[in-house]
């Protein structure tokens, strides 16, 4: 297993992504590359009301007719969408609330949610209130 690294690169493309997810008022409350599990992978993971609301797979085709009318090459990338109820994502917020200086940062290895998380970082983790839309 070949444990992934997320570079400046990676980080500016999560940030277009959501630009592009911003304009469209896709509501992203909580944003993160998060590499967790065995494989090792990053993910863009992407927690909506949509998920809650709609479903899985309802929310991830909004998602899927959202990004196509971009010319951002997005198509392979790991984009994961994911309950804003997940424990994970409440972790993410729980961090976020109490050590603020997180947003915009690498973290390290560490229990989160649950789930052992080898590296993340935190582009949003807005609380539950601003979670309406």
Same mark, same amino acid.
């Given at each position: 297993?070949?444990?992934? &690294? =997320? ?5 500016? $493309?999560?940030?277009?992504? /959501?630009? %592009? ?44 007719? &959202? =990004? ?5 090459? $997005?198509?392979?990338?790991? /984009?994961? %969408? ?52």
């Amino acid at each position: 297993m070949v444990k992934e &690294t =997320l570079v400046g690169i990676g980080v500016e $493309w999560g940030s277009q992504i /959501l630009g %592009l997810l911003d304009a469209a008022k896709f509501p992203i409350p909580v944003a993160a590359w998060v590499s967790a599990g065995d494989d090792g992978r990053l993910r863009l993971l992407l927690a909506t009301l949509l998920y809650d609301r709609l479903g899985p797979a309802k929310a991830y085709l909004k998602l899927v007719n &959202t =990004l196509s009318s971009s010319d951002l090459d $997005w198509s392979d990338s790991p /984009l994961q %969408l994911q309950s804003t109820r997940s424990p994970l994502v409440r972790e993410l917020r729980k961090a976020a609330k109490r050590f603020p200086e997180v947003v915009g940062r690498h973290l390290g290895s560490r229990m989160l949610g649950g789930a052992w998380v080898e590296e993340a970082y935190i582009y949003r983790a807005e609380q539950a209130s601003r979670d309406r839309g």
